[in-house]
């Protein structure tokens, strides 16, 4: 047998609990499917950042960010026309492509909740192969209808 390294993938937005954007997912995106196409990788170790300089607080990550969640769904930033925006993002926030990635990569990933799993980060640990939380400080709440929202994916 011979060891494969392990990838740490981590949300690093610890002011807004690790919410993500669609550049954010962008970049999630982009990560898992890179880690999926190196054969010298075995695992990948799914996490936050933290603590929040709020309160101290950590977070896993607390799924999408309602700061910008418009009417019609989640925005890129401000100024991003269709001809700025990079042609290989599937959509405003699509989530759902990070999870079907996730489910069906030949990877073992592995969700490292160390604080808040909420609303599409809940889902997200869902859809991992394995998570690992303590009693102490792991947290998971689905909160997507309280935010009149619905799971984007697998179901959680």
């Known amino acids: 047998t011979r ?3 392990t990838v740490r993938i981590a949300f690093n937005r610890p002011e807004v609990r690790n919410a993500f ?16 196409m190196t054969p010298d990788v ?3 170790l799914l996490t936050g950042n933290g603590p929040s300089p709020k309160d101290g607080g950590h977070s896993f990550c607390s799924g999408g960010d309602q700061r910008i969640r418009g009417r019609d769904g989640y ?8 001809e700025t925006i990079d042609p290989a993002r599937a959509g405003r926030l699509h989530i759902l492509e990070v999870q079907r990635l996730m489910r069906t990569m030949p990877k073992v990933v592995i969700a490292v ?7 599409g980060g809940h889902s997200l640990h869902v859809v991992s ?15 997507d209808a309280t935010v009149g929202s619905f799971d984007a994916g697998y179901g959680s």
Do not use: C
Request: proline content about 4%; glycine content about 10%; cysteine-free.
């Open 42 to 44: 075995a695992t990948v």
């Open 113 to 119: 909740v160390n604080g808040w799993a909420a609303g």
């Open 21 to 36: 954007r669609p550049g954010t997912v962008d970049e999630l995106y982009r990560a898992m499917d890179h880690a999926r």
């Open 75 to 82: 925005r890129y930033a401000d100024g991003e026309t269709q």
């Open 3 to 5: 060891d494969l390294p």
């Open 129 to 143: 192969d394995l998570t690992i939380a303590s009693r102490q400080h792991g947290k998971f709440k689905q909160t």
